[in-house]
Structures are given as structure tokens and as C-alpha cells.
């Protein structure tokens, strides 16, 4: 599974953003998106499989939802804050279903990563 991430930038703080995953071969597997932030480990914020999940700093401000037509994973990220800066990586499990909430903490239990996108948001 290759994972191709796109739509990173520079945005002041309240913007948007939306990033973009595309998904080859196209598949059913559970996704998500992690973030690492300057000087932190890489920390999930929102994975999918039938539902979403959210980790509780983007709840509300950020929507994650699959095209599955078209094997692309969008993160649609509003209200951005200064804290949201960090590089974005999407990821797959090896399976359909996700699991609990727990799992967006877990990075060992997603096989397939892309090469992360840089997202910058200034005061």
C-alpha cells in the first residue's frame, strides 16, 4: 500500500487547510492521520473506518473523511491554531476496522505510512 500525501502549507492562525492522501492500490483499511509537532512524538489526531475518530485537541475543528471512489483520505483542518503547526503523516492498518479510540495512540499498530506533509500556522 502506497500512501502519497498532498495539500501542506503556511496558514495564519484561524485559517484552513485541507490535506490529501492518496490511497494505491484503493482499499477498505481503516486510516488515519498523525501529527508531530517541534520537539514532540508523533501523535495521532483522527482516524476512519465506518466511523470517525478524534483525538480530544482537534475535536470539533477537524474532519477526517474518505473518498472511497477515489482512494483519497482528506483531513479538513479549520480554526487552525499555532499548536496544530507539525508534519502530517497519513497511515493504514492491515485491517478494515480500527478499533477503539485507544488505537490513535498506537503508532506500531498502523503498517503503511506516507511521507508526511509540512503544516505551519503562525500567531
Known amino acids: 500500500v502506497e500512501l502519497v500525501e498532498s495539500g501542506g502549507g503556511s496558514v495564519q492562525a484561524g485559517g484552513s487547510l485541507r490535506l490529501s492522501c492518496k490511497v494505491s492500490?484503493?482499499?477498505?483499511?481503516?486510516m488515519a492521520w498523525f501529527r508531530q509537532s517541534p520537539g514532540e512524538e508523533r501523535k495521532g489526531v483522527a482516524m476512519?473506518?465506518?466511523?470517525?475518530k478524534y483525538t480530544d485537541s482537534v475535536r470539533g475543528r477537524f474532519t477526517i473523511s474518505k473518498d472511497s471512489g477515489e482512494g483519497i483520505l482528506y483531513l479538513q483542518m479549520n480554526n487552525l491554531k499555532p499548536e496544530d503547526t507539525g508534519t502530517y503523516t497519513c497511515?493504514?492498518?492491515?485491517?478494515?476496522?480500527?478499533?477503539?479510540?485507544?488505537?490513535?495512540?498506537?503508532?506500531?499498530?498502523?503498517?503503511?505510512w506516507g511521507q508526511g506533509i509540512e503544516v505551519t500556522v503562525s500567531s
Open positions: 492500490p484503493n482499499s477498505r483499511l481503516c
Open positions: 476512519i473506518d465506518t466511523t470517525e
Open positions: 497511515a493504514a492498518r492491515e485491517y478494515i476496522y480500527c478499533g477503539g479510540p485507544e488505537v490513535l495512540s498506537l503508532t506500531n499498530y498502523f503498517a503503511y
